[in-house]
């Protein structure tokens, strides 16, 4: 195997020492470090949305979206609350054998070094958006782009060497070896987005040193779909939410469960909403990405085969990376697409009975990272809530909880554990401390 270009337990050393000479802990330095990458995104965000166009062919539109004014409102909300959330919070201590003018309290401790290891599907996103948590608590930071969006990689990587404190960030670019000799070194928090395959050997790593882990990772979201919704309203906001980066995100719509007489109309909507936003011929169109790679257009076009019919796409072409966004209607929960994570552009509409089904059907299988709802019927949207388990429940909308910066995101089971953005951030990159003062 080729030498590694690069030292990790010196890196991991090097950024420790910063650590512990304190400069990390200032509000001071962490509101100067959170203004800096926001610099960094808002000066690059041309270089940014061309780079994620090389890598995905994402619409540049979608990404200025998604990777810089999504990052963007995230700094700015914690630059916001910041001060507020690092307040000492006081503790009763009433129930407790103690002297009177006792006080306890906690705070947000920082942790130390953090390694964030990100994936290729949101490439500047899935790294900022943890980097904004690690820097507001206190901390120095790894960062490990992935291998897969090349381009965003190395524009990151240079981009952070120029614009945050190289004393206390370090980007270290590369794929298995990179990230392997770097989980060989003793962090205080790993951060990871990705598959759980990964997952698994990144929580393999971090218990060789007692290291708590953030794991980011997918699965299959559902949606539940019943006859009192507005099915336009719902098929626009299904495709949209589905088709967006041609199906490369995690919480992007898996399959859809719903009853055959709601199955039939929703399908017929969903087709002429996908000729609206992308054409008679999608792979034309400029509001439309490609896969990643053609590992994973292998993988997504043998699960274009299905017992269900085609309502919409079905087309491929290796050579482009191009599956059309598709629509597959009476799919068998037997079929290959309900077998595992989809991410990619093809939409299977599974029938069932009704509600009671739907949820059985859920909770059979691995808890989804988001599981939606399109229904008007409250009881329905209390017994999906209350009667499943997934990371969150959204109804009405697809992927627009993460628009709301103090929603914890993260999943449960496969799909993950602990939660981030927002003030959530802040607590899982911190160690909430508690004090004591007992008077003499
Ligand atoms: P990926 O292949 O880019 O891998 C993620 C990271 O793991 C990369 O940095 C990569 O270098 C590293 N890696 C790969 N193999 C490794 C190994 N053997 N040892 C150590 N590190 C290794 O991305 P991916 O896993 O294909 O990402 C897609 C998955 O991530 C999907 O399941 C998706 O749902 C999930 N995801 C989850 C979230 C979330 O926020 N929960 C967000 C995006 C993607």
Redesign the pocket.
């Known amino acids: 195997m080729a030498p590694l270009s690069f030292d990790a337990a010196a890196l991991v050393d090097r950024l420790r020492g910063t650590f512990r000479s304190g400069r990390t802990r200032p509000v001071a330095w962490r509101r100067e470090q959170l203004g800096r990458l926001r610099d960094l995104l808002t000066e690059n965000s041309v270089g940014i949305t061309d780079a994620v166009y090389e890598d995905l062919q994402r619409p540049h539109q979608d990404s200025l979206r998604a990777e810089v004014n999504a990052s963007v409102r995230e700094i700015d909300h914690v630059l916001r609350h910041l001060d507020e959330w690092l307040r000492p919070q006081p503790v009763p201590v009433d129930g407790s054998p103690m002297p009177p003018g006792t006080t306890a309290s906690t705070s947000y401790d920082p942790l130390g070094v953090v390694l964030i290891?990100?994936?290729?599907?949101?490439p500047v996103h899935?790294l900022a958006m943890p980097m904004i948590g690690a820097l507001a608590a206190g901390n120095t930071v790894v960062v490990?782009?992935?291998?897969?969006?090349p381009a965003t990689s190395a524009l990151f990587a240079r981009r952070v060497a120029a614009y945050l404190d190289s004393e206390a960030v370090a980007v270290v670019e590369?794929?298995?070896p990179e990230?392997?000799a770097l989980?060989a070194q003793r962090f205080d928090h790993i951060f990871?987005?990705?598959?759980?395959a990964?997952g698994r050997?990144?929580a393999r790593a971090a218990a060789e040193h007692l290291t708590p882990v953030t794991l980011?990772?997918?699965?299959k979201c559902p949606v539940f779909v019943d006859s009192t919704t507005d099915l336009d309203i719902a098929a626009r906001r299904l495709a949209e939410s589905k088709f967006a980066n041609a199906g490369q995100?995690?919480?992007a719509p898996d399959y859809v469960l719903t009853d055959r007489a709601t199955s039939a109309r929703l399908a017929e909507k969903l087709r002429d909403v996908v000729t609206d936003l992308y054409g008679e011929d999608p792979s034309r169109s400029p509001r439309f990405g490609r896969l990643v790679n053609e590992r994973h257009f292998d993988r997504v076009e043998r699960l274009l085969s299905s017992s269900g019919r085609t309502v919409v796409g079905g087309q491929s072409d290796r050579d482009d990376r191009y599956v059309a966004p598709t629509v597959l209607v009476g799919v068998s929960p037997a079929d290959p697409v309900m077998q595992e994570?989809i991410?990619g552009p093809i939409l299977p509409i599974v029938e069932v009975e009704g509600l009671d089904e739907a949820i059985a059907y859920i909770n059979d299988h691995d808890s989804p990272?988001a599981l939606y709802g399109f229904t008007e019927d409250e009881t329905a949207r209390a017994r999906l809530t209350d009667g499943t388990s997934s990371g969150g429940v959204a109804f009405g909308q697809a992927m627009w909880q993460l628009l709301v910066p103090d929603l914890p995101?993260?999943?449960v089971g496969e799909?993950?554990m602990g939660n981030y953005h927002g003030r959530s951030s802040l607590a899982t990159f911190s160690h909430l401390k508690s004090r004591l003062d007992v008077p003499a």
């Open positions: 290891i990100g994936p290729w599907n949101h899935l490990k782009p992935s291998e897969l969006a590369g794929a298995a990230t392997t989980l990871y987005t990705g598959n759980g990964v050997v990144v980011e990772l997918g699965g995100t995690c919480v994570e991410l990272l995101f993260g999943g799909s993950g």
